[in-house]
């Protein structure tokens, strides 16, 4: 968390994710957008993961933007995405407008939507609608998680970590349907596409630190929540390589309907 209150994102912890990020992405989404990858527009690009994931799908890609409101992040995204021509923009969602994506043909997003508020995705969804052109936007959490083998407090804690998802009006696990929403009332379509990390003793590095902020948020949150002996229970069984975990999140395509003077790709 930075003294604004906005919460930062550690790199360390997006290098971490990188990897199961990757295999989790749906490729059926990836083809819908297809083609239309001339210039990309990467909002809350981080340290440009999902440029580098999905650059090398869109081979008619010319241009990339990266958006994001942390200018050490973009710094670091500005050198790994391989694209020939590479520009950083340090904006805040919350101002985007669809003069921001001029000349932009695809606004790409990951692991962003369920961090915004209702009016982030409002502006976020009226700048896609009115530059006229689709979207594709990954990985938001979908507040289902299932663990194995079972535990009694699994289901507490979920509920407690996504209340905690949900605080200062973020959207949290209720993104993708109240996305969907905004840009259906904007006349776009939108189509949802599952795209779970399926984590397990091979990813033991990962599940450790996920499991950490994941029990960790639900114990801030509901600080009656008992969850010592939980988390010593689960640390124990993923020290031992016999816990797995299937943590639920969308891929939500958006086709834009075309702006009047729109160009074509
Ligand atoms: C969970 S990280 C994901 C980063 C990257 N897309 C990835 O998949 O690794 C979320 C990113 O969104 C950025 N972000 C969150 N809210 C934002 C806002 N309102 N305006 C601009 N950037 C924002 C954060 O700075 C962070 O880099």
Redesign the pocket.
Known sequence: MTSTG????APEW?AL??GA?ARARSERAVEQVRGHGRVVA?????????GRWLAPRLPETRRWVL????PA?LALARESVPVGHVRTRA????SLRARDLDGVTLVA????LD??TRA?VEALAGAVVGAGCPALLT?TVSGRVELSPTDPLDARVGRAFDDHQRRGGRLGPDAVAVTAGVFGGLGARTRAFASPWRLGPEHRDLLRAWLLGWVGAAAEQEPGLAVSAYLERRLEQCGRGRLRATVHHTDLVVLAPRAPDAEAP
Do not use: Q, W
Not at 6 to 9: G, I, S
Not at 91 to 94: F, R
């Open positions: 906005v919460p930062a994102f997006l994710r990188e990020d990467d909002l809350g690009c981080g340290t440009g993961s999902f958006v994001d409101r942390d992040l904006l805040d969602l919350a997003a990951s692991a962003l961090l915004l982030e990985l």
